[in-house]
């Protein structure tokens, strides 16, 4: 069972960056497509970026498109979300999840991510 741990999150100024990482433990990172969720107060967990195992795909929300960049460096087993120019909606707890069973070269759908971090806190003031 693959282990997922978040960190980077914090609080930062509207307009600013944070660079999010999550290492994998306990699988090949390269057997997984990854993917970065949240949740802010008061609503469901959506979908934020995700990454194919090859690394040659992604996808994004279209909430964050041209701001955030997710990559993966799977000799470290570490996959990161890069959040430029961020905004207040943008704060919520983020999460790392794990896709199974995805291709190489395939970012996988949201219902192939059933592993999860603990999520780490991203706060973004005014």
């Known amino acids: 069972q693959v282990q997922l741990v978040e960190s980077g999150g914090g609080l930062v100024q509207a307009g600013g960056s944070l660079r999010l990482s999550c290492t994998a433990s306990g699988r090949t990172f390269s057997s997984y497509g990854m993917g970065w969720f949240r949740q802010a107060p008061g609503k469901e967990r959506e979908f934020v970026a995700a990454i194919s195992r090859s690394g040659g795909a992604t996808r994004y929300a279209d909430s964050v498109k041209g701001r955030f960049t997710i990559s993966r460096d799977n000799a470290k087993n570490t996959v990161y979300l890069q959040m430029n120019s961020l905004k207040p909606e943008d704060t919520a707890v983020y999460y790392c999840?794990?896709?199974?069973?995805?291709?190489?070269?395939?970012?996988?759908?949201?219902?192939?991510?059933?592993?999860w971090g603990q999520g780490t806190q991203v706060t973004v003031s005014s």
């Open positions: 999840a794990a896709g199974g069973g995805s291709s190489w070269f395939v970012v996988p759908p949201v219902s192939d991510f059933g592993s």
